[in-house]
């Protein structure tokens, strides 16, 4: 087993400055912390598969009763002062449809490949990693490689290809490619016991290393990390995972569960050391968010990161991080409040009462939230998304995502804009800058006439011209109800190093209501026309 690490007892060092401005906001540095010994890795030959795993049917009871109680919000109300969002806040955003002969400028799907059998539900969180023809997706409890743009893939199973640690493996996968060091970094979590559970990073550097994954070959590298080495008892557990990084850094969040406690945990790691196989103290640190949700970390960060969480219904608490230091700074942001009432409604008009995937209901409760589910930092702002319920009362008739956007330099709002609609809701979103500092990514849509569909959005030069800044193009869509639940995230992410177009996971329902067999989890990859491969 790996060794594990001890965290170090420090105290926090409290600095409060005031902001200008006349609302004197406050912004306090702390100070994270490092950690005591090096993470001594475990190498791995992975031995992929053709067939997936088929999940139990105690761990698929086990993500419908936790879903999206892993981060569980308890976002407070807005204050009584608060201006609320409203339909004329942001002009609608109507989807539209692909054309079969884009021209250069248009939106186009470049790639669709879709995987199904016995490893999916509808919760079944996607996340996928892209350079050029190399791509990593992964799902609650599969994950595919391809080395050749998606024309063939190779299952992986990660029940069997990593060695057991505490439960067995579980679920909350996550990809991700680090173009500078040509990295690739697998994130599995593990089913917890009586002494907790573990996030498992399984890291592989260059595309030879990646390629040769599909014949048996590659050599992962591992890092097993426990919440006991931060502090917490043996039976607290990791759950809704996230990932990013700076240019020297990489960057875990995740949701710490204690009890009836949720706490969030941002670790940095070295990116170099990573790169080596090595994980030295001295460059390993901690950061601990209080009480009431894991913060989400922002995409296409260059030497600080960003990472925020709700103070209440119209107020972020925003954090900023620079490489090399210890200082780690929160800002509150005042914006327009939302409607946190639930349970959020999307009902399907033409189908039962139970056809409305809004709701998240999963063992009696309702489970979609507020929670932050993207964030990124392009053209000098500071942004993050997630999921709003209907508000009749200011004419938005459906979920929708919300967005707020902070200038980079002060972290005052800039910007708040929705992406909804009278006809149907927009949840789940996930959206990265491309190489130009664009937006783009994926929602789920659905509601009214419409069955869930894997929708893409873009922000960009040409999406200007429309009402609300943004456009949405239906990628891949259901012809059956998902019933009451999906979710928790997807995953969108620049499609490789230095590239314009986005690579995407998203799922759909065709041809039944029962997951193990009809649903379909995709990668996809999209645009602008001129932006695609060649």
């Known amino acids: 087993m790996l060794t594990a690490l001890v965290a170090a007892a420090a105290a926090a060092v409290v600095l409060t400055v005031l902001l200008g401005g006349s609302d004197h906001a406050r912004r306090i540095v702390r100070e994270a912390v490092r950690l005591e010994r090096r993470v001594q890795p475990k190498v791995l030959r992975l031995q992929p598969t053709q067939k997936l795993h088929k999940a139990s049917a105690g761990l698929i009871r086990r993500v419908k009763e936790q879903g999206h109680d892993e981060h569980r919000s308890r976002t407070r109300a ?59 997706e992964t799902w609650n409890w599969g994950a595919a490689l391809s080395s050749d743009g998606g024309r063939t893939f190779t299952f992986a199973d990660p029940y069997t290809d990593f060695p057991k640690a505490h439960g067995g493996f579980c679920c909350d996968q996550l990809a ?22 573990i996030l498992r990073l399984a890291v592989a550097r260059g595309s030879a ?37 700076t240019k020297s850094s990489l960057f875990i969040s995740t949701n710490v569960i204690n009890g009836d406690r949720y706490e969030g945990l941002i670790l940095r790691l070295p990116l170099a050391a990573l790169a080596r196989g090595v994980l030295p103290a001295r460059e390993m640190s901690y950061y601990k968010t209080p009480v009431g949700g894991v913060p989400r970390l922002v995409q296409g960060a260059d030497t600080t990161m960003y990472f925020a969480s709700h103070r209440n219904a119209s107020t972020l608490t925003v954090w900023s991080w620079p490489d090399g230091t210890l200082s780690v700074s929160q800002t509150d942001v005042p914006h327009d409040a939302y409607n946190l009432h639930r349970p959020f409604h999307c009902r399907r008009s033409a189908g039962p009462s139970s056809d409305d995937w809004c709701e998240g209901l999963r063992d009696d409760a309702f489970k979609n939230d507020d929670t932050i589910l993207t964030g990124w930092v392009a053209k000098g702002r500071v942004g993050f998304a997630w999921n709003a319920g209907q508000d009749r009362q200011r004419q ?54 419409s069955f869930e569909s894997c929708t893409a959005v873009i922000r960009d030069a040409a999406s200007a011209r429309s009402p609300s800044g943004w456009q949405a193009y ?61």
């Open 474 to 534: 239906t990628l891949t869509a259901s012809n059956r109800g998902f019933r009451s639940y999906t979710g928790d995230y997807l995953g969108a992410a620049p499609a490789g190093a230095g590239s314009n177009a986005w690579a995407a996971s998203c799922m759909d329902l065709r041809g039944g209501a029962n997951p193990l067999k009809h649903l379909r989890v995709h990668w996809l990859s999209f645009g602008r026309a001129r932006d695609g491969p060649p």
């Open 396 to 449: 938005l008739p459906y979920p929708y995502v919300m967005i707020v956007e902070l200038d980079q330099g002060t972290l005052r709002l800039a910007d708040e804009t929705l992406i909804w609609s009278p006809r149907y809701a927009y949840q789940y979103p996930a959206i990265a800058p491309n190489a130009r500092g664009d937006l783009g990514g994926v929602v789920l849509r659905g509601g009214g006439r």
């Open 78 to 136: 807005a204050a009584r002062s608060s201006v609320f969002v409203s339909s004329s806040t942001t002009p609608p955003t109507a989807v539209r449809s692909l054309k079969a002969s884009p021209r250069a400028g248009d939106f186009a799907r470049f790639d669709d490949v879709w995987f199904k059998g016995g490893a999916l539900d509808y919760v079944a969180e996607p996340y996928v990693a892209q350079n050029g023809g190399r791509i990593l």
């Open 176 to 197: 991700y490619y680090v173009p500078g060091l040509d990295l690739w970094i697998w994130v599995l979590q593990y089913v917890p016991d009586e002494s907790g559970n």
């Open 209 to 245: 290393a990646f390629d040769t994954a599909r014949s048996n070959r590659t050599t992962f590298t591992l890092f097993d990390i426990s919440p006991t080495q931060f502090g917490w008892p043996a039976d607290a557990e990791f759950d809704f995972n996230g990932i990013s990084s």
